[in-house]
């Protein structure tokens, strides 16, 4: 009997060994879960054979029972691993086989299924095409096609207009043309003297360098830095006659040089065989602000910005030039300006001074910011997902009756440089009460624009072949119902305020967005994965799903850190993370294994006494019994 109890107790600290062994092996396995072997004594009595001295018969394993307390969860660089703080497990989809797992390091497959190291497929609450979760589960699958666009149908601007800001009436002395001295290659050194209305005198120096080819748009830039003066200027070119370039071209070797404000400008002149070719080649070079044309059986260049123009040609026994130009300045003055003088080098600006015409106007032009009191743009996006710019003037206006107790805003609207909306010709009022807040636009309560005549357009003004403003007679409700058919949207100003402070845009937002590719994946706390694109989108793909059981410790362990229901366990309720008794997910984190290895050192040491002790168990029986064999 005493071989049969140390025997029992050897097989039951072997499986002790087994297990602490088993441990110490997984102390670097993620989502491991720690076993402890549990024993029982063995008796051997009947139904009426016990004795009132029993003796044991050994132990016996009575169960490895599994330790689910969480491990240590630790930062890492995958954005898919994924921790469970708290209860419950992943649900991992293996073949159609329903394995659940603490384990999350996962990555993305071949076909854009969420996966762990054995291609076993996480399983969550999958989302629509807008983004939202649904309750059915599946395969978490992160789609890589490009994000379809979205329209813009919904603008909302917050703002607030300055209630300080006066009604705009300007009365602009138009300057005419100021030029060089003939014959110069640009602007002479000289100082103009600025008399403003309330007395104060400011002295602006031109070319205050002696620069000899100062030109027309450095000129612009000088007074379009003084208050109260605005310029604008162009350079024309004619210097070279049609028959003169096309005896050129036909006497072979011909080439063509132009420099735009001293910066030579490449052209290519392969293939060039006239003048009408020459102005093609020119108009396709890398030169934006220059424009040719033949006119009047001349090459005319023409600068929009006023630099300096050179150009010469030469051939094999012909030539011309170079030969420079020098813009023209167009400056004006508001009703601030009472007189310029010029000392130094006497130009013709005094004289244009005393010429020039008065106009008194308030006529909102949106090229000239002095004709509006605030503006502000944003992006849209027509049905292709092409974006583009929007912009609201806002214009103070006389304050309708006595100006009592009410306020007034012309509101005209822009889109890529067209006006929308009908506002070229008659813009929205936006009418505030006396506490600033806006009672309505064009009667609206609501303060809602609705834009239905806006034709999406490529760069060169023709329609992109996305969807156009609604036809004759279409009924256009608000706001946009889904799916949206025309190019109509909603520009919301309910928001909109007009206080005694400096004009901002408080929130400005719209539903539209681009195309876009994929860029990343977050994961929150709730365990959804977010997909971010180029476009600046994220859009949710799906949530992952955890489950629980209501005994843990009857699951069964099936190797790959992974567990399946049994009947001990009872059925697993699965549900979203941080919610009932399930823990929230951490993204780019791992749940460690929860083993102990000090502790499992320890449990060697007792494993291996306890082995020896049993040993020495059978070895003492032998000892016995052969003492008894010797007998005679």
């Known amino acids: 009997?005493?071989?049969?109890?140390?025997?029992?107790?050897?097989?039951?600290?072997?499986?002790?060994?087994?297990?602490?062994?088993?441990?110490?092996?997984?102390?670097?396995?993620?989502?491991?879960?720690?076993?402890?072997?549990?024993?029982?004594?063995?008796?051997?009595?009947?139904?009426?054979?016990?004795?009132?001295?029993?003796?044991?018969?050994?132990?016996?394993?009575?169960?490895?029972?599994?330790?689910?307390?969480?491990?240590?969860?630790?930062?890492?660089?995958n954005g898919l691993d994924l921790a469970i703080n708290g209860d419950g497990f992943f649900v991992l989809n293996n073949g159609g086989e329903v394995r659940y797992s603490r384990a999350g390091q996962f990555g993305?497959?071949?076909?854009?299924?969420?996966?762990?190291?054995?291609?076993?497929?996480?399983?969550?609450?999958?989302?629509?095409?807008?983004?939202?979760?649904?309750?059915?589960?599946?395969?978490?699958?992160?789609?890589?096609?490009?994000?379809?666009?979205?329209?813009?149908?919904?603008?909302?601007?917050?703002?607030?207009?300055?209630?300080?800001?006066t009604v705009l009436e300007r009365r602009v002395a138009d300057m005419g043309d100021f030029t060089a001295p003939a014959g110069a290659t640009g602007f002479a050194s000289e100082t103009f003297e600025i008399n403003y209305a309330d007395g104060s005198v400011v002295s602006v120096p031109i070319n205050d360098a002696g620069v000899s080819d100062f030109s027309a748009a450095d000129v612009v830039d000088v007074l379009n830095g003084q208050e109260g003066l605005s310029a604008s200027a162009t350079t024309t070119y004619e210097g070279m006659s049609e028959g003169d370039l096309q005896d050129a071209i036909d006497d072979g070797g011909f080439d063509f040089n132009l420099a735009v404000?001293?910066?030579?400008?490449?052209?290519?002149?392969?293939?060039?065989?006239?003048?009408?070719?020459?102005?093609?080649?020119?108009?396709?070079?890398?030169?934006?602000?220059?424009?040719?044309?033949?006119?009047?059986?001349?090459l005319r260049l023409i600068d929009n910005r006023g630099n300096n123009l050179t150009a010469s040609f030469s051939s094999t026994n012909l030539g011309q030039g170079p030969d420079t130009a020098v813009g023209t300045v167009r400056p004006q003055a508001d009703r601030d300006i009472t007189d310029i003088a010029s000392t130094g080098v006497?130009?013709?600006?005094?004289?244009?001074?005393?010429?020039?015409?008065?106009?008194?106007?308030?006529?909102?032009?949106?090229?000239?910011?002095?004709?509006?009191?605030?503006?502000?743009?944003?992006?849209?996006?027509?049905?292709?997902?092409?974006?583009?710019?929007?912009?609201?003037?806002?214009?103070?206006?006389?304050?309708?009756?006595?100006?009592v107790g009410v306020s007034e805003w012309s509101v005209y609207t822009q889109i890529d440089g067209e006006f929308v909306?009908?506002?070229?010709?008659?813009?929205?009022?936006?009418?505030?009460?006396?506490?600033?807040?806006?009672?309505?636009?064009?009667?609206?309560?609501?303060?809602?624009?609705?834009?239905?005549?806006?034709?999406?357009?490529?760069?060169?003004?023709?329609?992109?072949?996305?969807?156009?403003?609604?036809?004759?007679?279409?009924?256009?409700?608000?706001?946009i119902p889904d799916p949206p058919t025309t190019s109509a949207f909603v520009l919301d100003l309910g928001n909109t305020t007009q206080y005694g402070s400096d004009f901002g845009v408080n929130d400005q937002r719209q539903n539209g967005y681009a195309t876009g590719r994929l860029s990343g994946l977050d994961v929150s706390d709730q365990g959804v994965l977010f997909a971010r694109y180029t476009n600046g989108q994220s859009q949710s793909l799906g949530q992952v799903a955890l489950a629980s059981f209501n005994n843990t410790n009857g699951l069964s362990p099936v190797g790959e850190t992974t567990w399946v229901?049994?009947?001990?366990?009872?059925?697993?309720?699965?549900?979203?993370?941080?919610?009932?008794?399930?823990?929230?997910?951490?993204?780019?984190?791992?749940?460690?294994?929860?083993?102990?290895?000090?502790?499992?050192?320890?449990?060697?040491?007792?494993?291996?006494?306890?082995?020896?002790?049993?040993?020495?168990?059978?070895?003492?029986?032998?000892?016995?019994?052969?003492?008894?064999?010797?007998l005679r």
Do not use: C
């Open 421 to 479: 909306g009908g506002t070229d010709q008659n813009p929205y009022q936006a009418r505030f009460n006396q506490d600033g807040e806006l009672q309505s636009v064009n009667g609206d309560p609501n303060g809602e624009i609705l834009i239905d005549d806006w034709t999406p357009k490529d760069a060169d003004g023709t329609p992109n072949g996305a969807d156009g403003p609604p036809g004759p007679g279409d009924n256009i409700t608000t706001p």
């Open 1 to 77: 009997m005493a071989f049969n109890t140390g025997l029992s107790g050897l097989r039951a600290s072997s499986v002790d060994l087994d297990v602490t062994g088993n441990n110490i092996a997984n102390a670097s396995t993620v989502g491991f879960k720690g076993s402890k072997a549990q024993f029982g004594d063995l008796y051997a009595s009947g139904f009426l054979s016990a004795g009132t001295n029993p003796i044991g018969d050994g132990v016996r394993v009575q169960d490895v029972k599994q330790s689910f307390s969480q491990g240590n969860i630790s930062f890492t660089d």
């Open 108 to 165: 993305i497959d071949k076909d854009g299924f969420v996966t762990n190291n054995q291609n076993m497929r996480v399983q969550g609450f999958v989302a629509d095409d807008d983004g939202n979760l649904s309750g059915i589960r599946d395969d978490l699958q992160v789609e890589t096609d490009n994000l379809a666009p979205r329209r813009t149908t919904n603008l909302r601007s917050d703002l607030n207009l300055d209630s300080r800001e």
């Open 261 to 298: 404000g001293g910066v030579t400008v490449p052209v290519d002149l392969t293939g060039v065989g006239d003048p009408q070719s020459l102005v093609n080649a020119i108009n396709d070079a890398q030169a934006p602000t220059i424009s040719a044309s033949l006119t009047g059986g001349n």
């Open 565 to 630: 229901e049994t009947f001990e366990s009872g059925q697993p309720i699965v549900g979203a993370p941080d919610t009932g008794t399930l823990g929230s997910i951490k993204a780019s984190s791992i749940e460690e294994s929860n083993v102990d290895l000090s502790a499992e050192l320890v449990n060697l040491i007792i494993a291996q006494r306890n082995y020896q002790a049993n040993a020495k168990t059978i070895e003492t029986s032998d000892a016995v019994t052969q003492t008894i064999i010797n």
């Open 346 to 403: 006497e130009t013709n600006l005094t004289d244009s001074w005393d010429a020039r015409t008065i106009e008194i106007t308030n006529q909102f032009n949106p090229l000239d910011q002095r004709t509006y009191n605030h503006a502000t743009s944003t992006t849209i996006y027509d049905s292709l997902g092409n974006s583009h710019e929007m912009t609201q003037f806002y214009v103070k206006q006389p304050a309708p009756g006595n100006g």
